[in-house]
């Protein structure tokens, strides 16, 4: 069950998202809607496994109760909980970082929430970490992240 509280609309939401795992990732202010993840849950006090072979995103509208599958890039927009990606000087744009674990790299580029796509413009090989670890300096084009409790820089082209 998930339950949403509209401030803004004076009233409770209580919805039943059926017996598979749906978890509430972040309310996106650009689309009027909350982005759900629902996966697989593979400890969820039954015996069977229940859930998509593939991680699932939907965007539900508070006020209707409507959701809709949505696809794109999502890793940049979870676990958001200390700030929100750090706008560009383009609409709808921010700077993100996609961390690939398998191959122990990062990739830094533009993430437009409008559509959820990511463009990448450098790849960090050798180090993993999130968009709230890093900030881009316009000015100066660098890169600065937090790895290790180390303050490291990179230079960046910034790409339109």
């Known amino acids: 069950m998930l339950h949403h509280n509209s401030q803004k609309l004076g009233f409770l939401f209580d919805y039943y998202l059926k017996e ?27 015996k069977k496994v229940v859930g998509p072979d593939k991680t699932e995103f939907y965007l ?3 006020k209707t109760g409507q959701s809709q ?30 961390c690939n674990n398998l191959k122990n790299q990062t990739e ?14 450098l790849t960090v090989p050798q180090l993993t ?11 100066k084009s660098l890169l600065y992240l937090v790895y290790e409790e180390q303050l490291l820089s990179l230079p960046l082209q910034n790409k339109p």
């Open 20 to 46: 598979v795992s749906f978890e509430p990732v972040i309310y996106l202010t650009l689309h009027d809607k909350v982005l759900l993840c629902r996966a697989k849950d593979d400890y969820n006090g039954y």
């Open 108 to 121: 830094v580029g533009y993430y437009n929430l409008k559509d959820f796509s990511f463009q990448p413009i």
């Open 69 to 98: 599958l949505v696809s794109g890039v999502f890793s940049p927009l979870q676990n958001l909980d200390r700030r929100f990606l750090q706008p560009t000087n383009r609409p709808f744009e921010f700077w993100a970082a996609v």
């Open 129 to 139: 970490f999130s968009s709230k670890s890093m900030w881009f300096d316009e000015t």
């Open 60 to 62: 539900l509208d508070p």
